[in-house]
């Protein structure tokens, strides 16, 4: 299993019953996430993640990671046709990435765009579109609050009279957890491990299949980066 804790959160499952509501959300259209943080001078030149003989995948491995991830999540972890990276990536004096942005196909026409960074602003957002609803979250990665995580949900907008408003109004879902969703992860491992070791289960395959489509869209992006930002196909 990955670290990516947020798929642990009881917020995830909520905001997947919206998303999957075809009467609510409709059909998937299009899906925009960032994950974005400003390093300090200390982690810019120190850190792991920006040093090319340890983690040469930078920004890219590490908060791109988090919002392919969200992508996927969003379509069912179908992964899409083709990647292409958006041009002019920030690089370290190594070559290592410390923000860049990618375009991702369906072959049905749905769409996304990623944007992850070492040198904005903290941002973790997420924004799905479909035919008839949308959902926004703003907070993905980690919480606001350890105790509650809301998320947006609207559906049938549409412009008020001389389209000086938008009806309806967003609304908010609160989602409350005992446990921070870190700890809900290291439970879900535990469990996973017990029920091998315990009760001589086979181990789940869903955490390394999704895991290794999300590296695939990460390395589908650096290829795409280091072949001039062409158009990559992502096989599987």
């Given at each position: 299993m990955?670290?990516?804790?947020?798929?642990?959160?009881?917020?995830?499952?909520?905001?997947?019953?919206?998303?999957?509501?075809?009467?609510r959300?409709?059909?998937?259209?299009?899906?925009?996430s960032t994950?974005?943080?400003?390093?300090?001078?200390?982690?810019?030149k120190?850190?792991?993640?920006?040093?090319?003989?340890?983690?040469?995948?930078?920004?890219?491995?590490?908060?791109?990671?988090y919002s392919?991830?969200?992508?996927?999540?969003?379509?069912?972890?179908?992964?899409p046709?083709?990647?292409?990276?958006?041009?002019?990536?920030?690089?370290?004096?190594?070559?290592?990435?410390?923000s860049?942005?990618?375009?991702?196909?369906?072959?049905d026409?749905r769409?996304?765009?990623?944007y992850?960074?070492?040198?904005?602003?903290?941002a973790m957002d997420?924004?799905?579109?479909?035919?008839?609803?949308?959902?926004?979250?703003?907070?993905f990665?980690?919480?606001?609050?350890?105790?509650?995580?809301?998320?947006?949900?609207?559906?049938?907008?549409?412009f008020?009279?001389?389209?000086?408003?938008?009806?309806?109004?967003?609304?908010?879902?609160?989602?409350?957890?005992?446990?921070p969703?870190?700890?809900?992860?290291v439970?879900?491992?535990?469990?996973?491990?017990?029920?091998?070791?315990?009760?001589?289960?086979?181990?789940?395959?869903?955490?390394?299949?999704?895991?290794?489509?999300?590296?695939?869209?990460?390395?589908?992006?650096k290829?795409s980066?280091?072949?001039?930002?062409?158009?990559?196909?992502?096989?599987?």
């Amino acid at each position: 299993m990955d670290a990516t804790m947020w798929m642990h959160h009881p917020r995830t499952a909520k905001m997947k019953e919206f998303l999957s509501d075809s009467h609510r959300f409709g059909h998937l259209k299009s899906v925009h996430s960032t994950f974005a943080y400003l390093g300090d001078t200390e982690f810019l030149k120190n850190d792991i993640r920006v040093k090319a003989d340890l983690d040469a995948l930078g920004a890219l491995g590490d908060a791109g990671w988090y919002s392919i991830r969200a992508i996927l999540w969003i379509t069912d972890y179908e992964l899409p046709k083709t990647v292409t990276a958006l041009r002019d990536p920030e690089l370290n004096e190594a070559g290592v990435i410390l923000s860049c942005g990618a375009s991702l196909s369906w072959k049905d026409g749905r769409i996304a765009t990623f944007y992850c960074s070492f040198l904005t602003n903290m941002a973790m957002d997420i924004v799905a579109s479909g035919s008839k609803g949308n959902l926004r979250v703003h907070d993905f990665v980690i919480p606001f609050q350890e105790n509650v995580a809301p998320f947006y949900t609207v559906e049938d907008s549409r412009f008020g009279e001389l389209a000086t408003a938008i009806h309806p109004v967003p609304s908010e879902q609160q989602v409350g957890t005992d446990l921070p969703q870190e700890a809900l992860m290291v439970k879900e491992f535990s469990n996973l491990v017990g029920s091998i070791k315990g009760k001589g289960s086979k181990p789940d395959k869903k955490w390394p299949t999704i895991s290794r489509k999300t590296q695939l869209v990460v390395d589908a992006v650096k290829a795409s980066i280091e072949k001039g930002f062409e158009t990559v196909e992502v096989i599987y």
